[in-house]
Structures are given as structure tokens and as C-alpha cells.
């Protein structure tokens, strides 16, 4: 008998016992559509995670100086260290591994507009800025070189920022008073969203960006070489890179301040990526398909028992089949087939259902935080896998039971 | 059949279809064995039709079950056409079953989900017979036992007169050389026994083996060659009534 038409009595003998064909399905679908659903939504909950923890600049690591370490140095001679524009310009001339290094300052003072005043975080930044914090400048214009170099009383507002100051009434062209001194808005920043790592005390939607030399002239610290930076940013190329990076930069810069390359606590670098890297999100996309493929296996267990059922039940039409010329493997080719049918055809609604599941998740998610699940063809070519070991490993052993039935005993009459 | 194999026929007619010599088959259950037969000797020609008759546990079934080689015997030597049967493969015995033996059992065995048509395709189908040939040859066996407008029903729809011919029919499909009925009347009313009957005797004219198993006393009537087996031995064998007409009624 071919296969075809085995595949045919399968799906014969599946219309016939229905109700119970339907409930065996149940555990196939649902595990099938648990597999695509948690993997998709594992890699939604991971693009969500790197996205907020991106949402504060690309690949950015920031360097920031502190003190010589107390292994370097006996205790009461701890010298702070700080980093000038020229060590940022050094840095800039010399790295390899990343493509913009650019220095920042940031301090709290009181913002008003009209009769409005609060405390807002300045910070003063040079024209690449919005390059590396991957913002987009929504109305007006970002800080240029010229207003660095004139030390212009300009401002641009994050979206936090401006409703918490302008509210309805200004934009760009309004006049506020940082610190008591007039500024103009010249740009608007567009909503960044929830950062789930920020450097310093606030996100990028409640900054007030104004250009870094201007900052300095704030009764900031005033360094022997050139303005003192807070901290130097910079983008890294790629993850990969990141850390040899990292080590380049430390190297120039303990060079320059005269520390130890060892020293953690006179050079400090940090960057959002080593707190993504702390997220096991490899570990949370394993448990999430070994819970889906746990369910699919439940599934095949239940198939398991239906088939073991059904080949007991039908001992009697083995023994015909086999009486009217069925070959063993013809009876094992056929109970085999049934099973594959039906949990193919399990996998097959499950995978729509799964689908189905992230389509109605992802038509639901708008807050920050909640993950949007990714479908991938790989996600489902894996559901496709584990359905087909389930259908073979609950196939073969009701296939090889019914095979081995001895017809003598089945066709008897009593 | 192919013209060549109808030619193999017709010189063999006197050749044995089935060979039985010292047939023995004990079966053991715990600490008891049981002796189902006790060395039979039988001999059937082509175009025979013989009764094997004897009480409940005389071992007829065993027997009938060796014939149709769904059953090893324990020891003794079975040929089938001059084949020994102990050397065929299992795969072999499954295309002899299917080609040369048809099956009518006692209680139909037809198979519920398949139409009447489909039953009798069955045979067709194992041996590798394409489907619209299948079909074809399978409405022409329904309509041979005078069931050609049932055959869309199921089993479950057919009376049990008509089921009999529905799995006659099936095991006529393949023209088998021997036809093994296993008390073909045994769930069946007089009156409808009585045409199963007729139409199982009827296949002789086609050139038919046909080999009955009963202990219906009216089917020894009608046969040319009773054997009748007792204890797992064969307790008479011949003819009971000479000049019997098998196709009267």
C-alpha cells in the first residue's frame, strides 16, 4: 500500500473518531502554539530590554574620573583626578575602536519661564551629542559649533523638559532664565521614551541641553589645560569591540593623568551594555522554550495514549488487514502515518495559533515597558522540529505495537 | 490473472492446492500445553469443495488458521502450490494471503469505517493495485455476489446476509486459488444462510478452491468432500453423498 493512501485511511479514520481526535489535537495545538508564542515573545522581551537600555545613546561607554585607588597609593595622599577637553582631544586623536568621543558636563539649577521656575538638569554638550544619544531634534535646531565657540545662551529641551517648563505656551524662540540668566529655546528634542539606564540623575527627556562652554562658565572648576569635563562619552563601533575599546581608551587616559592602567577607581568606565550583559536573557529564552517544549511533549504523551488506545481497540481490523495481505510494515506504515497526521495537523493549527497569540500581543502593546513578541521564520521552523520529534517518538511505539498483533487470536470469532 | 498463469491452471488442475502432512500445533498457556492438532494429513486439489466439520475444540479453527497462514504450525509440513510454506518470508506470506486466499469469516470482519466497496478494495489495495483499477475490479466482485447498488453503504448499514456477501466478494477479488470460509453461515438467520451457502458453492463452476469450516450439519450436505476432525485428528475424510449436485439447490 503507498503512502498516499495510507496518509488517506489516517485522515479517514481521524473524521470518524472525531471528538476524541480533537481533544488528542488540543495538547499538539497548544504546545505548539506555546512554543511559538514564548520564543517570539522571549526575543520581544529581549528587542525591548536592548532597546531601553540603548535608548541612552548608541554603544555608549562613559568614562568617568575619580580617585586613585587605595592599592596605588597610601591612604592619606587619595588625589582626585579629573579630565580636561584636552584629554578628550586626546583620546579623540588617538582611539581606534570608536568613532566619537566627545566630552560633557552636567550640573541641577533653577529654570523659569514666565512665572514658572524648576529645577532642571543642564547639560552642557557639544553638536554631536544628538548623534550619539541617537535623539532626533523635533523643532528648531541642536547646538552648533558657533554657539560653543560664542558661549551662547542658548537651549535645547528635552520633551520632559519642555512640558515641564514651556507647557502649552512657548517653543522654540521662548525666552527662559537658567540660574537667573536669560537663555533663548532654539531646539526641541522628540520624546526618547523609558530609559532603563541613564547616566547620571535624570533621562534624556527631562535634559536641558546648552552648549558645553557656556556651562563652563557657570563657576564650574576651572582646569590648569582647559575646561574640566564630568565625564567623556563615547560610541563604540560594536558590542565585540566594546571592551578592547574600552581598555584603549583607559590606556591613553592613564597615560595622561599619570595612574596605574590597573587602577578601577581612578578611571571609571561604565556603559549600559554591561548592564544588559548582566540580564540573563540567553538563560530566560531557554526556560521559556524548554516550557513550550515541555507542553508540546505533554501534547505527544497524550497522542501517545490515544494511539496505544486505538491500536487495542482495533485489534480485530489489524487482524483482517493482515489476513487480506497487510505486510507488517504496511500495518506499522499506517498507525506511523495516523499519528503524523494528527500532529501535524496539531503543529500546523498550533503554529496559527501561536502566530495568532503575537499578532493579538503586539496589537496590545503601546507601554514602554511591555514587550512586543518577534516572529521569526526560525522560531517557527523550530516549532516545526519539535512537533515532528513529538509525532515520530508517540508514533513508533503504538506503530511497532500494532505491527506485532497476532492476527490468529484477533479473528477469532469469540 | 494473466493468460500464462491461466494456462499454469488448467495443467494443474489435478495438482494439490494444499499439502498437509503430520500438521501438529500445541499451544501453551502457564504450565499446560494444549494439543490443537495431533498430526493431520490432508490433501485438496484444485476445484474442490470440502467441508471440514467437527464439535467446538476439535481444533477446526487452528486448522483453518494454518491453512490461511496466519498460523505456524509446531511441527509438520504445509505446501501451498508446491511451495513449502515454513521457508516463505512473513513478507511473502502477506502476498500470499492477499493473492491466493481468500478469507469469509464467521462474524464478516469487515472493517466498520470503510464502505462496502472500499472492504472489498482491500486486498487490492496491499497488493499494490492502482486505485481507480481497485475500484473497478472491486464493483465487479460486489456485483458478482449480486450487491453492485450497495456498495457506497457501510458494514453498519448492510444486513447480515449482505455483509456476507460483502466480504465474500472481498475475498474473491484477488481470484484467489483457495477461498477459506470459517463457518460462513454461523451468525446467520436459515433463509440468508442458505444463499451464502449457495453462493459459496457456486464459485466450483468459477474454478474455485472453496474450503468451509462448520459445524453446520445442512453444509456437509452440500459439499462433495466432508473431513471431519475430532481431538485435533482427522476422524473421516471423503465423499459423503456421490452425485451431488453442488450447484442445486
Given amino acids: ?414 | 490473472m494473466s493468460p500464462g498463469d491461466a494456462a499454469a491452471v488448467v495443467r494443474a488442475a489435478d495438482e494439490p492446492v494444499i499439502e498437509l502432512t503430520d500438521i501438529r500445533k500445541s499451544y501453551s498457556s502457564g504450565r499446560f500445553a494444549v494439543d490443537a492438532l495431533r498430526g493431520i494429513d490432508l490433501r485438496i486439489t484444485r476445484g474442490e469443495l470440502i467441508a471440514i466439520m467437527g464439535p467446538s475444540g476439535s481444533g477446526k479453527t487452528t486448522l483453518m488458521e494454518i491453512l490461511g497462514c496466519l498460523l505456524q504450525p509446531t511441527a509438520g509440513s504445509y505446501r501451498f502450490r508446491g511451495a513449502p510454506v515454513e521457508a516463505i518470508t512473513p513478507d511473502g506470506l502477506a502476498a500470499l494471503r492477499g493473492r491466493e486466499i481468500g478469507f469469509v469469516f464467521q462474524s464478516f470482519n469487515l472493517l466498520p469505517r470503510l464502505s462496502a466497496v472500499e472492504n472489498v478494495e482491500l486486498p487490492l489495495g496491499y497488493g499494490g493495485v492502482r486505485r481507480r483499477e481497485r475500484r473497478r475490479r472491486a464493483e465487479q466482485a460486489l456485483e458478482r455476489v449480486g450487491l453492485a447498488a450497495r456498495g457506497r453503504h457501510r458494514p453498519a448499514e448492510l444486513s447480515g446476509g449482505e455483509r456476507q456477501r460483502v466480504a465474500i466478494a472481498r475475498a474473491l477479488v484477488n481470484e484467489p486459488s483457495v477461498v477459506l470460509a470459517d463457518e460462513p453461515t454461523g451468525n446467520l438467520d436459515t433463509h440468508t444462510g442458505e444463499a451464502i451457502l449457495e453462493l459459496l458453492t457456486s464459485l466450483k463452476r468459477d474454478g474455485a478452491t472453496v474450503v468451509m469450516v462448520t459445524h453446520d450439519p445442512r453444509i456437509g450436505e452440500r459439499v462433495e468432500r466432508l473431513v471431519e476432525i475430532r481431538d485435533g485428528r482427522i476422524e473421516h475424510d471423503g465423499r459423503v453423498r456421490s452425485g451431488t449436485d453442488p450447484d442445486g439447490v
Wanted: a positive charge; charged letters at 20%; glycine letters at 10%.
Fill in chain 1, 1 to 414: 500500500m503507498r503512502v498516499a493512501d495510507a496518509a488517506r485511511e489516517a485522515l479517514r479514520t481521524l473524521r470518524v473518531s472525531w471528538l476524541r481526535t480533537a481533544l488528542t489535537l488540543f495538547g499538539i495545538v497548544w504546545g505548539t502554539a506555546s512554543v511559538v508564542f514564548l520564543i517570539s515573545w522571549g526575543l520581544g522581551v529581549r528587542a525591548m530590554m536592548e532597546d531601553c537600555y540603548g535608548r541612552v545613546g548608541r554603544n555608549l561607554v562613559q568614562v568617568f574620573p575619580g580617585q586613585i585607588g587605595s592599592d596605588f597609593t597610601p591612604a592619606a595622599d587619595r588625589r582626585l583626578l579629573w579630565i580636561t577637553l584636552d584629554d578628550v582631544d586626546a583620546i579623540r586623536a588617538r582611539v581606534r575602536l570608536s568613532s566619537l568621543v566627545l566630552p560633557e558636563s552636567q550640573t541641577f539649577r533653577s529654570v523659569g519661564f514666565r512665572q514658572t521656575t524648576t529645577s532642571l538638569n543642564i547639560r552642557g554638550v557639544v553638536p554631536e551629542n544628538v548623534e550619539l544619544r541617537g535623539v532626533e531634534v523635533s523643532a528648531g535646531r541642536a547646538i552648533t559649533r558657533d554657539d560653543l565657540h560664542h558661549r551662547r545662551r542658548v537651549a535645547v529641551l528635552g520633551s520632559k523638559a519642555r512640558e515641564r517648563l514651556l507647557g502649552p505656551h512657548g517653543g522654540v524662540g521662548s525666552s527662559i532664565r537658567i540660574a537667573g540668566q536669560p537663555f533663548t529655546v532654539v531646539g526641541l528634542l522628540s520624546r526618547v521614551g523609558m530609559q532603563l539606564w541613564q547616566d547620571g540623575p535624570s533621562q534624556l527627556d527631562e535634559q536641558v541641553w546648552i552648549p558645553f562652554s557656556t556651562l563652563a562658565g557657570f563657576g564650574k572648576r576651572q582646569g590648569r589645560d582647559g575646561d574640566v569635563v564630568d565625564n567623556i562619552m563615547l560610541s563604540v563601533k560594536d558590542r565585540e569591540t566594546r571592551k578592547a575599546a574600552e581598555h584603549e581608551v583607559r590606556a591613553i587616559l592613564a597615560e595622561r593623568l599619570r595612574v596605574s592602567v590597573d587602577d578601577q577607581e581612578a578611571i571609571r568606565i561604565m556603559s549600559p551594555l554591561d548592564a544588559l550583559e548582566k540580564i540573563p536573557l540567553d538563560q530566560l529564552g531557554g526556560l521559556l522554550f524548554t516550557l513550550g517544549a515541555t507542553t508540546l511533549v505533554i501534547g505527544g504523551v497524550g497522542i501517545l495514549t490515544m494511539m496505544l488506545d486505538s491500536v487495542q481497540q482495533r485489534r480485530q481490523e489489524i487482524g483482517v488487514r493482515l489476513a487480506v495481505g497487510a505486510r507488517r510494515r504496511d500495518i506499522l506504515t499506517q498507525f506511523f502515518l495516523e499519528t503524523f497526521v494528527i500532529t501535524g495537523l496539531g503543529g500546523l493549527l498550533g503554529i496559527a495559533l501561536g502566530l495568532a497569540g503575537c499578532l493579538a500581543l503586539a496589537s496590545l502593546a503601546t507601554a514602554d515597558l511591555i514587550p512586543q513578541p518577534i516572529v521569526r521564520w526560525q522560531t517557527i521552523a523550530i516549532a516545526l522540529g519539535v512537533m515532528t520529534f513529538v509525532g515520530f517518538a508517540s508514533g513508533l511505539v503504538p506503530a511497532r505495537r500494532a505491527a506485532r498483533i497476532d492476527p490468529s487470536v484477533t479473528l477469532r470469532t469469540e
